[in-house]
């Protein structure tokens, strides 16, 4: 996308999964829309002597997306604390991982993934006006919540396949149901690295940009961000490590922040958890509940139904839909008019269970029947049993015709395409 630079990229994705509780307290690990700070305690609050306790829920669903992604399961992992200050941690600190996160290596799209941790959501500041004051709150309903982050290794050159990778994850997190990667409900997020090279090779800088909340957003992100980047390199500039939001408006990134490095965060092995043990057992039960995941059925639905890759790539996008096509696929075989009308007239919106759309279908097939010999057969019997309405029509009666298709449909049951079942009657009427 640049003739002079190449763009390198990386990607953190943070994903809330669907656990009951929070990371390590038992508060309720939804928060969307509820009311502020109604989900709290003093773990989640950081306040003093409290001690937390590690979600085995969310270990899980960490550990079964690193094993669908190819990644090599640690035996034995632990959490650190990660020092900052923002206004929504009250802890001043992060419970996160470092060494040893769950999910090491895998990859998805040929695309190298570094590791993929656990750790817990920081709480959320609410700009507002209050009494004619524009002030911040913080909602820490969010603190605590358990957050599974997915960092890849800085592989990607091009911004369409930035936004395919990320897609493909989102729908396997779904197919896993450990998340609905909902991005409007932020239980999906984003941030990238990116650098421009002017030798193909890693450069010593890396500019991140933070809270995205959309694949669109995202994509005119990364414009801006190449532009500018190319821009200063043109004149000669020394680009820095740093944190930058965008800003649709103008549609350039902003600075936000000097880049921290990892020593900066003084991390240090949170004593009051202990290091987690993932045994073969474990593994093996977990790898043991991973469904049939979207790659590997586009492949099976090519293979046992043959539909093309159109109606293949919308019927798997949607795992409901998936479902839904199988389910009718058990009763008709027709399977390119079942993908046809969920896809084309969205009939499973339609009829909300699969049977209802097969008797739909029945109803087409069984209109569809007769042959053109049958409709022939019948068209040229209603002519002999009707002399005096075929001399009307030769007359200039062209409205009679109705009452011969009414005939003809009545031999052939209904069964008769219409279209078909009008051309056969003009052309014996106009013989």
């Known amino acids: 996308m640049n003739n002079k630079y190449t763009t390198i ?3 953190e994705v943070h994903i809330e999964p669907n656990t009951n509780s929070k990371m390590f307290c038992s508060c309720p690990q ?157 239980t999906m997020r984003l941030e990238a690295n990116i650098s421009l090279s002017k030798d193909g090779q890693l450069p010593n800088y890396k500019v991140e940009l933070k809270n995205i909340n959309s694949f669109r957003f995202l994509e005119k992100a990364l414009k801006a961000e190449i532009k500018r980047q190319s821009e200063a390199l043109d004149k000669g500039l020394k680009l820095e490590q740093e944190t930058r939001g965008y800003d649709e408006t103008t549609q350039t990134t902003f600075s936000q922040r000097t880049k921290s490095g990892s020593d900066d965060y003084r991390y240090f092995p949170e004593a009051d958890l202990p290091p987690i043990e993932t045994s073969d057992e474990d593994i093996k039960r977990i790898q043991g509940s991973i469904p049939e995941l979207p790659n590997e059925k586009r492949i099976r639905f090519k293979t046992q139904y043959n539909i093309s890759k159109d109606f293949i790539e919308i019927l798997v996008s949607d795992p409901s839909r998936a479902s839904y096509f199988e389910e009718a696929a058990k009763f008709d075989n027709n399977y390119k008019l079942i ?93």
């Open 339 to 431: 993908a046809n009308l969920m896809v084309n007239k969205k009939m499973d919106s339609e009829f909300r269970e699969p049977a209802g759309l097969i008797k739909k279908i029945k109803e087409i097939e069984t209109t569809e029947f007769a042959t053109p010999n049958d409709v022939e057969t019948a068209v040229s019997s209603v002519i002999l049993e009707n002399p005096d309405i075929v001399t009307s029509y030769k007359n200039g009666k062209g409205q009679v015709i109705g009452f011969l298709i009414g005939q003809a449909q009545k031999k052939l049951q209904g069964k008769a395409n219409p279209k078909e079942l009008n051309d056969i009657l003009l052309k014996f009427l106009n013989k």
């Open 9 to 11: 990229i990386g990607l």
């Open 30 to 186: 939804d928060h969307f829309g509820k009311q502020a700070n109604t989900q709290t305690c003093p773990i989640c609050l950081g306040l003093p002597g409290a001690l937390p306790f590690a979600n085995s829920q969310a270990i899980e669903k960490t550990i079964k997306l690193g094993l669908a992604l190819g990644s090599k399961i640690s035996k034995k992992s632990i959490f650190y604390r990660k020092h900052y200050f923002y206004s929504d941690l009250p802890k001043s600190f992060q419970t996160s991982q470092k060494d040893n996160p769950f999910c090491v290596g895998g990859e998805l799209l040929s695309k190298k993934i570094d590791h993929i941790h656990l750790e817990e959501d920081a709480g959320k500041l609410i700009h507002q006006v209050v009494d004619g004051k524009k002030v911040s709150l913080i909602d820490f309903n969010r603190s605590g919540c358990a957050l599974i982050e997915l960092v890849t290794k800085p592989v990607f050159n091009e911004i369409d396949e930035v936004l395919s990778f990320l897609r493909e994850l989102q729908l396997i997190a779904r197919y896993l149901n450990i998340s609905n990667a909902d991005m409007e409900k932020g």
